[in-house]
């Protein structure tokens, strides 16, 4: 596709349950980042895949939080036993090497 | 320190002002540095690319000082659409590229 592209757009969960959130890159892309964004706050780094290497995932708040990516395409973020303090904008960025990382639209989870 | 330091602001203007904002980075080995625009409920998009030498975009202007560690923007003539809030961010060199954002500034230009 032209942009990221991330799904769903919105996810409404209850407390415990698990989600998949779902970010496709720009085609060619071999960086691909997952960030959390709070209302109001900033962008959290979450996790880092560079084509074939191991991801840097320094970011992962708690071993609740899983991600996956299968070689340059697509990743998926895994919550298991959502917490209502999950609740955020999960942001899917790529990029190719050392350049500007592109944007998906986010994802909104709301846990109740 | 963080590692990218922003005045969350807001900035509050009238249509036409010139507006800078500033960065601070703590990485002295980083590599490359951009702005990106965010606006309200939306996801972060690239505005431009700060280049050692300085460099314009029509109204936007970024200046880079390695020596003193911090990246600025210039917004001249501004209009209502600069409305958003700028991010501010670092790209380190080696090891992993994963870009460090700032907080961001919020600008809010008014008639």
């Known amino acids: 596709g032209a942009g990221v592209s991330q799904s769903p757009s919105n996810k409404v969960t209850e407390k415990g349950k698990d989600v998949e959130l779902r970010c496709d890159p720009i085609s060619g892309h071999t960086a691909l980042y997952w960030y959390r964004q709070r209302l109001g706050q900033g962008l959290e780094f979450l996790i880092y895949f560079q084509g074939n290497s191991a991801p840097d995932k320094s970011g992962l708040p708690s071993d609740r939080f899983s991600a996956e990516r299968t070689g340059e395409s697509v990743s998926t973020l895994t919550i298991q036993r959502t917490q209502q303090e999950d609740s955020a904008v999960y942001l899917c960025?790529?990029?190719?090497?050392?350049?500007?990382?592109?944007f998906g639209q986010g994802t909104r989870l709301t846990v109740v | 320190r963080k590692e990218v330091e922003q005045d969350p602001g807001p900035f509050n203007v009238p249509e036409g002002a010139t507006v800078a904002f500033n960065c601070t980075y703590s990485n002295s080995a980083s590599q490359s540095f951009f702005w990106y625009r965010q606006d309200c409920r939306k996801e972060p998009k690239l505005l431009m690319s700060v280049y050692s030498s300085g460099n314009e975009d029509g109204r936007f202007t970024a200046q880079l000082n390695r020596a003193s560690q911090y990246i600025s923007l210039l917004i001249r003539d501004s209009k209502l659409s600069d409305s958003a809030t700028y991010l501010c961010v670092v790209l380190p060199s080696g090891g992993s590229y994963i870009p460090t954002f700032g907080r961001g500034t919020s600008l809010i230009v008014h008639p």
């Open positions: 960025a790529s990029s190719s090497t050392q350049a500007e990382a592109f």
